[in-house]
């Protein structure tokens, strides 16, 4: 049977990326059907407004189904005309403002605040900064930033180190190096010396020894560094590394990054810095 | 006037993410209230949500008010259960799926694709491979990569090129390099002859030369570097040098990453990789 279709619209005054991640998120839940979506950002003046809405309209009459429409409007006036299209018009903020109003006995502003945009400047730096910082320590490189770093991913190549590092900087702030165990640092049986001075920061990544081998088979097919019996004898060596250093670890195997990420928000504790 | 306080639990049994960030989005529109947010991810088990359910009640009992929780449950069972709670209980996507599921007339299968999870091996390998991509191709590093890039960001340093390169390898899996434009790509007026042969994917950042002079004063102050005269030269020459060259432009003062990212995604009309 082929797929319905429906078309799809995310339309805001800021970036959309709330209501475009919610709606792929909403709509992975209907495999019946086909989506067509449509961004569109930017959406602050009458002429952009009244553009949404023709091609909305438009859209309408050629699939003869009405589109949905994901919309975040910060401007009020925006917000009731959107829903003048022939669409099922979907406003993921008023709602849920409407009821948290009622609960707290309160307005909202409906100020700065929704999609995205810089809030607070002093927050909003340090997330930029801590974006630099993963990538200046990225791979054992400059060791002498560690004294800054909030954690230290430790792992074999391809464990997941590197975008953990770079998801954590840009969602939280924080500041994330990360270190690949080599050969050489088995050679006396303990933590490498550069990072013996921050064990409490360290945590150890580990992962399936032959979901490593598939990694790294299509990073470089057939080489020595892919075979399946290198990749469980480094994935064993680290964890017992891991284990036997009482180094906090986490198992990446078939889990996505905001995963990996949670999960060691979690096990360390580590404060979540919002994002302005 | 002290603010006031209320609690808020954003509560997963997949990592919450979704819901923080909603959350995160909405609380700042009561800027009168001064939210205390904890964040339990993972909760999968029975016992978890029984934990989850009393500390939700405890901190219930010691507020004196009713703790805001933002649930996003894919376990039905445990989306009916956390709302016995003493809490105002909102569930982010039962209320959408709803007036998704009676739109098109179809049941939500309430399967993966909540809260960031591996959908599709392929494409999150892609996302995974575009995020070491950038990290491989920042601030000028491997030219001989280019020609596997969707974007290569052009600018002087600090002008926001590797956040951004980072946010759209991220969150939409696209390849992006970037190239600091520096005093000796000056010398003969044109592109650096490194860039000359990728024209149509090049994307010049540009930014206010004051607001850069603030950024390179916090990162070498009083250095020449940051000198605001400095600055000023370095803007005015890279914007010549895209206007001369036809190199489309962004001007990244005062905006966030996320805008930048959605600017250029509109500008250049790159497709919208959707994350798994």
Same mark, same amino acid.
């Given at each position: /049977? ?6 799809v619209f995310i339309v805001s005054d800021r970036t959309g990326l709330t209501a475009e991640e919610l709606a792929q998120t909403l ?8 989506? /067509? ?28 189904? *009405? ?11 925006? *917000? ?23 609960? /707290? ?21 340090? *997330? ?6 993963? %990538? ?28 953990? #590092?770079?998801?954590? +900087? ?60 290198? #990749? ?16 906090? %670890? ?10 990996? +990420? ?15």
């Amino acid at each position: /049977m082929a797929l319905a279709k429906r078309s799809v619209f995310i339309v805001s005054d800021r970036t959309g990326l709330t209501a475009e991640e919610l709606a792929q998120t909403l709509l992975t839940q209907f495999p019946q059907v086909h989506f /067509m979506t449509t961004v569109l950002p930017f959406v602050d003046s009458d002429h952009k407004l009244n553009e949404a809405i023709s091609q909305i309209n438009m859209i309408q009459e050629a699939d003869g189904s *009405r589109p949905i429409v994901f919309v975040t409007f910060v401007n009020a006036d925006y *917000r009731k005309r959107i829903e003048q299209a022939d669409a099922l018009v979907i406003d993921v903020f008023s709602s849920f403002l409407g009821i948290l109003s009622r609960e /707290m006995n309160l307005m909202p502003s409906w100020q700065a605040g929704f999609s995205h945009g810089v809030i607070d400047q002093g927050r909003y730096n340090s *997330r930029i900064d801590a974006i630099h910082f993963a %990538m200046d320590c990225d791979d054992g490189v400059n060791p002498d930033a560690y004294d800054q770093a909030d954690l230290i991913l430790v792992g074999v190549s391809r464990s997941g180190k590197t975008p953990t #590092c770079v998801y954590l +900087a840009m969602h939280f702030g924080l500041y994330c190096a990360n270190y690949p165990l080599t050969e050489d640092d088995y050679l006396d049986d303990g933590l490498p010396s550069t990072l013996d001075a921050y064990r409490d920061r360290l945590v150890g990544l580990t992962i399936d020894a032959r979901r490593l081998h598939e990694i790294r088979q299509k990073r470089r097919p057939d080489s020595e560094y892919a075979k399946l019996d290198q #990749c469980q004898i480094e994935v064993r060596r680290a964890e017992d590394l891991f284990r036997h250093r009482g180094i906090l %670890m986490a198992d990446t195997s078939g889990i996505s990054v905001e995963e990996i +990420a949670t999960t060691l928000l979690q096990k360390t504790g580590l404060r979540r810095e919002y994002l302005g």
